[in-house]
């Protein structure tokens, strides 16, 4: 008899949990009503982020006092861009969310973004970004986005290291021969490995064309039309790689490292020099457990025929779905939480505080989103607060300024870098590569790939 | 073995009560439990009575929850993915493209250093990787005591976290001569070798830490396999005074064909969708080496935003393994039957 019970209840139990499980899984969709406008943005602090969290909350409340229409529905979503396109699928792309400069033209291309270009002219704060930067949200005179932080390729070096082989830490290397000889006398004092380069994950390629233009080239044209891979100067970023590599053993001997080993290996003290972005304080200081003072930061080494550096950093952009309404309202958000401690005082030092109690560095290196004397101003503002070595980085510091900005390459920047992954492995992995040959071929990929994007 | 589906002789089709409570029994030998008699469908309503008093109605509803899952996560993707391979879409708009995803991939000069390398990869993993188990299994059947605890050594790598068995090999694997495979190679005098810095080295570095991470499923299989073989057999083999080496040839290894064939096909199909070791170990390199079909699928969806060609090569994927699947199949079914 029990038996029979228990045939008639676990059925009707397993429907009915069925059943919750498929409610769970519909909800309802967001939307403005009336006069007020909802917006829903990404890039919440994560509830570890205890101090960053407590202080944007505040910020959040402070805005939609300020702007009693605006009502906002902050996420911890985060670019990603292995989860992006499900994002946009699934239409849960936050109607704010930030992403990385290399990124950008993509979505542009594939029509990911909102058009935000009458907004940005019309806001006061967003309109005073250094042009360098707010360009590389631009296309086809129209304007996708608002940039939020940025940084350039720059040389980061161990100052220990360089200390240890002799070298003057104050004075790190200017151009490519010093680069090598330097690189070669830590390998030959230390034992360490002299220089380091990332290879995998499309970083490859993302450092080989910085190096290119400090050498001297662009490898697309300007209008992104062509691929100009095979250029005297990449050749000769190349055959230094193949020297330094080949005839003076100071390259080290794994070639298939992506952003986070090379850092991991900067911090560990194993690496001397390497290429990367201003803001790799973060990675190796605040993530990787490095000694602050060691860190070291000098402005990418340029040839006589230098074209400058290769800039990067994060853009907020806006869902194509999102009203004019939304998109205005987006803005005046992003003013406030990113902006404003450029001109406000009291947002500034409550902003770096919270960065300070959270561990996180205030001051470290990057490149500047306003113009001088605001930015000054700023660090004024913050002084007490700032927590790393600024003096270890003043001539990156200085080169901020005059250093030229280059834009990334325009079209399928991803699939390009991925293309010139493979030319860095081949010259550190194999003695006998051709150079002048290997160049070749590789231009006719990479054309096929900025033609087939 | 199953023969429920045999037409019941005549005198047992009168007996309807019995054959129910046969039904209930659910005894698979019972003939008579099949409803494809003469004059079934007359009796259509008693049919269906008989089946919900035969518990079939709670079978069905136990049943529903892994349908429903099954249908939301397996079948319908697999379903939606025939369209979405002639699509191109960037998720707002859509547009219908026909074959053009199709003739993108084909035509993409990297599908054949990846169908190459995936096919390379397979050729390794069965010469390498296939035997290991089989020897293994047969090794611990042969023990007299500690079975247990040599399956459970065996069977201890397929417990880590695949990206963490990788990353630990990838140490292992440390191209310097201070590298753990380095330094053992040094006290012989050999290396240091560059392992996955090597176009030469690399594949068949992953496919020895792929085969370690995965041998310890098929030894228990086979280890299994082999307890279940009737003792009588090596008894009566022992009697006649047959050595080890026989007794393996002539009972161990006979017995084992069915799940041989079995688990080679799983291991076939298994192989061809490479992903996690190269994709961790070095991201397709040196030169695109490593570069494998689902690497390639993953780059398209995931680094060029292209899911209409990363759906398109999943098809084609798909198909060549059916075919690959219903060729061994046909192939090997005289040698499974016989």
Known sequence: ?453 | MTRITSPAPPPRAVRRQAADAAARRTTIGSPGTSGAHPGAGRRAGGKVRRWVRAGGLSTLVFFLPTLVVFALFSWWPILRSLPLSMEQTNFISTQWVWFDNFTKVLSDPLLPTAVLNTTWFTVLALVIGFPVPLILGIAIGELRRSRQIAAVFVYLPVILPPVAAVLLWQTFYDPSSHGVFNTLLGWLGIGPLPWLNSAGLAMPSIVLQATWASFGTATIVYLATIMSVQTELYDAAEVDGSGIWNRIWHITLPQLRGVILVLLLLQLIGTFQIFTEPYVMTGGGPENHTLTILMLIFRYAFVSGNYGTATALSVLLAIGLGILSFVYLRVTRRWSNS
């Open chain 1, 1 to 453: 008899m029990k038996k029979k019970l228990w045939r008639t209840i676990a059925p009707l139990a397993l429907v009915a949990l069925a059943g919750a499980g498929l409610a769970g899984c519909s909800g309802s969709d967001s939307g403005g009503s009336g006069d007020k406008v909802t917006i829903t943005v990404g890039n919440e602090p994560t509830s570890d982020q205890t101090a960053a969290l407590k202080v944007y909350k505040k910020q959040v409340a402070d805005f939609e006092k300020a702007n009693p229409n605006i009502k906002v529905n902050p996420t911890t979503t985060k670019y990603d861009a292995q989860t992006f396109q499900a994002l946009v699928a699934s239409g849960k792309m936050p109607d704010v969310i930030s992403v990385p400069f290399t990124d950008i033209q993509s979505l542009i291309a594939r029509g990911q973004v909102a058009d935000i270009t009458s907004e940005i002219k019309a806001d006061p704060q967003a309109s005073k970004v250094n042009p360098t930067v707010a360009k590389v949200a631009q296309a086809g005179g129209k304007t996708y986005g608002a940039a939020i932080g940025a940084y350039t390729m720059a040389l980061i070096y161990n100052r220990a290291l360089f200390t240890k082989a002799g070298l003057d830490p104050d004075k790190p290397p200017t151009t490519w021969e010093e680069v090598r000889a330097d690189a070669k006398t830590i390998t030959d004092k230390t034992g360490a490995q002299g220089y380091a380069a990332m290879t995998t994950n499309n970083t490859g390629g993302w450092s080989l064309t910085s190096v290119s233009y400090a050498f001297g080239h662009t490898l697309e044209s300007a209008d992104g039309k062509k691929a100009t891979v095979d250029n005297e100067a990449t050749k000769k970023a190349l055959e230094l790689y193949q020297q330094m590599r080949w005839d003076d053993n100071s390259f080290g001997s794994n070639f298939l490292l992506n952003q986070d080993d090379v850092f991991k290996q900067m911090a560990a003290g194993n690496v001397g020099m390497m290429v990367n972005g201003s803001d790799g304080y973060n990675f190796a200081v605040t993530n990787d457990g490095m000694n602050k003072d060691d860190f070291g930061l000098a402005p990418l080494p340029q040839e006589k025929a230098g074209l400058g550096t290769l800039g990067g950093g994060s853009i907020a952009i806006f869902k194509p779905k999102a009203t004019k309404e939304q998109i205005s309202a987006g803005l005046k958000y992003v003013d406030w939480i990113y902006y404003r401690q450029y001109f406000d005082k009291s947002t500034a030092v409550s902003t770096a505080k919270a960065s300070v109690a959270d561990g996180s560095a205030v001051g470290a290196p990057g490149l500047q989103l306003f113009d001088n004397a605001t930015n000054d101003r700023y660090l004024g503002w913050v002084k007490d607060e700032i927590n790393v070595p600024r003096e270890n980085y003043k001539a990156y510091l200085k080169s901020t300024t005059t250093l030229p900005l280059v834009p990334e390459p325009m079209t399928q920047a991803q699939q390009l870098y991925g293309i010139l992954d493979n030319v860095v492995q081949a010259v550190l992995t194999n003695k006998d590569t051709d150079i002048d040959s290997l160049l070749k071929t590789t231009q006719t990929q990479a054309q096929s790939a900025v033609a087939g994007g």
